[in-house]
């Protein structure tokens, strides 16, 4: 069945750095790749998403590649900030169903 | 624009008993909805998509009668979690399908934290 791993699990950072976190996914037909920042007890919220007709999009500090070949795709963030701080999912998706298959999750650590 | 809120945020019952979780699309119709469920420092698991008007289509795994599921409106869908027990305490997460002409993006509710004892 489709499935999207997601690594690392756990990413501690210094304020001020980069923060790079690597998804792959295993069904050919996901064609929509979204990032959400959840912080504890709240709902996931949409960082940045990426379609599959371009490689690279990027929204301030915040980045995402996708290779559809590698069937990879990556969440940047730079300049790291402690209110950066939270859970990261990636997650693919495909607009013939609708569904969304997520990530195990990264946990985002920024040290001041 | 795109509200999704979901009712009660939290509640606890006792093991045997029946609750309903309601989500809601407050400023837009969503003719899909998806219910997700959450254990404690782990990921988004899909348990169900809703369509308005038809039967849930369930995940593997997931038991469609105790996790009933109706979307008898375009902005209401239920999940109710019947005959419940302490390992079906989660956090429990619904979104409603995208707007603006992409049906690939979800809207998440604020979720519902259940505890049952």
């Known amino acids: 069945g489709e499935n999207v791993e997601q690594h690392p699990s756990t990413l501690s950072v210094q304020e001020g750095d980069s923060a790079v976190i690597k998804c792959t996914y295993s069904?050919?037909?996901?064609?929509?790749f979204p990032w959400y920042k959840q912080e504890l007890g709240k709902r996931p919220q949409l960082i940045i998403d990426?379609?599959?007709?371009?490689g690279e999009k990027k929204d301030q500090r915040i980045a995402v590649t996708l290779n559809k070949t590698a069937k990879h795709f990556s969440l940047h963030i730079t300049e790291t900030q402690p209110e950066d701080s939270a859970v990261y999912f990636c997650?693919?998706?495909?607009?013939?169903?609708?569904?969304?298959?997520f990530g195990q999750g990264t946990t985002l650590q920024v040290k001041p | 624009g795109a509200v999704v809120s979901q009712h009660p945020s939290w509640v606890i019952c006792k093991s045997g008993t029946s609750v309903k979780i309601e989500c809601r699309s407050l400023?837009?119709?969503?003719?899909?909805m998806f219910w997700y469920r959450q254990f404690p420092k782990q990921s988004l698991m899909l348990m169900a998509t809703?369509?308005?008007?038809?039967?849930?289509?369930?995940e593997q795994g997931v038991e469609k009668d105790k996790f009933l599921i109706n979307h008898a409106s375009l902005t209401l869908s239920t999940l109710t979690v019947t005959s419940a027990h302490p390992e079906d305490s989660s956090f429990y997460i619904c979104?409603?399908?995208?707007?603006?002409?992409?049906?690939?993006?979800?809207?998440f509710g604020p979720g519902t934290r259940l505890t049952v004892t």
């Open positions: 990426i379609r599959s007709n371009v």
């Open positions: 997650a693919a998706g495909s607009s013939n169903t609708g569904k969304l298959i």
């Open positions: 400023d837009f119709q969503a003719t899909t």
């Open positions: 809703s369509n308005e008007g038809s039967k849930a289509t369930y």
């Open positions: 069904d050919s037909a996901s064609n929509y």
């Open positions: 979104s409603a399908g995208g707007t603006s002409g992409r049906s690939d993006e979800q809207y």
